[in-house]
């Protein structure tokens, strides 16, 4: 009885330093795809006027006008590589200004980011998911 209980006091000295080693390992990081750039989802563009981050976030095509100050502003493509719709297409002027339009390649893939440097406010009127710039 005795043998029985210093083998069961063993066994349970066993199973707690296993689990003591168990919580404290570190816990696996989450790879780089599953944190945000910049706040932006993966598989979508977004919009920034700091110090809100991001100020819109869409996944899909958008034709109402964004209004924000440029600056220190920008658009993002944060979208998946996707043939035939992984660059977006957008529409934009300073105040006064005529429009024009910009296109931005998926994460990997080239240019992936405009800023609005001008001190004057910036419209975006349209913004679309489009096959190649």
């Not at 990081?29 to 945000?36: C, T």
């Not at 706040?39 to 958008?62: A, E, H, T, V």
């Not at 934009?92 to 931005?104: I, M, P």
């Not at 893939?109 to 405009?114: A, F, L, S």
């Amino acid at each position: 009885m005795v043998k029985h209980i210093r083998k069961t006091v063993i066994s349970l000295g066993a199973v707690a330093s296993l689990t003591l080693v168990a919580a404290a390992a570190p816990a696996l990081a989450a790879s780089a795809d599953d944190i945000p750039i910049d706040r932006c989802k993966r598989g979508n563009f977004c919009i920034y006027d700091p110090p809100r981050y991001p100020l819109w976030q869409y996944s899909g095509n958008i034709s109402v006008t964004h209004t924000f100050d440029g600056g220190s502003s920008w658009i993002r493509n944060n979208g998946y590589r996707v043939a035939g719709a992984d660059h977006i297409r957008f529409t934009y002027n300073y105040f006064g200004e005529s429009k024009k339009t910009g296109c931005l390649h998926p994460p990997g893939d080239g240019t992936t980011i405009k800023k609005f440097t001008k001190k004057k406010s910036v419209n975006i009127y349209k913004v679309q998911w489009v096959g190649a710039c």
